[in-house]
């Protein structure tokens, strides 16, 4: 059985068990948050599609911690003057354990 849920802007295909991590979610780590943008659910070849979401559906996670990415350097040039420019950045995230996936 897999779901695919929205949040953040994002689509994730999840299942019971998986760990992923998603945009920060404002709820303290070993706590629950539900997900209930469900845009589908495949529970064994019966497939329920949303318009645009399941109705009732919801997945159920668990806050595992909050931290950041991995830095990216953003490196701008240009060669025939002497521009460039050097710059780095690090994402939040929110790695979450899913739960259940209830339809």
Same mark, same amino acid.
């Given at each position: 059985?897999?779901?695919?849920?929205?949040?953040?802007?994002?689509?994730?295909?999840? $299942?019971?068990?998986?760990?992923?991590?998603?945009?920060?979610?404002?709820?303290?780590?070993?706590?629950?948050?539900?997900?209930?943008?469900?845009?589908?659910?495949?529970?064994?070849?019966?497939?329920?599609?949303?318009?645009?979401?399941?109705?009732? $559906?919801?997945?159920?996670?668990?806050?595992?911690?909050?931290?950041? $990415?991995?830095?990216?350097?953003?490196?701008?040039?240009?060669?025939?003057?002497?521009?460039?420019?050097?710059?780095?950045?690090?994402?939040?995230?929110?790695?979450?354990?899913?739960?259940?996936?209830? $339809?």
């Amino acid at each position: 059985m897999y779901a695919i849920i929205k949040t953040g802007g994002k689509q994730y295909r999840v $299942a019971e068990g998986d760990v992923l991590r998603v945009e920060t979610l404002e709820v303290e780590p070993k706590q629950l948050f539900t997900f209930d943008q469900v845009l589908l659910i495949d529970n064994d070849g019966d497939l329920k599609v949303g318009q645009p979401i399941v109705a009732g $559906a919801t997945v159920e996670a668990e806050v595992i911690t909050h931290d950041r $990415a991995k830095k990216v350097i953003i490196f701008k040039k240009k060669k025939t003057t002497t521009y460039q420019r050097t710059q780095g950045h690090r994402q939040y995230f929110t790695e979450v354990r899913i739960k259940a996936i209830k $339809a």
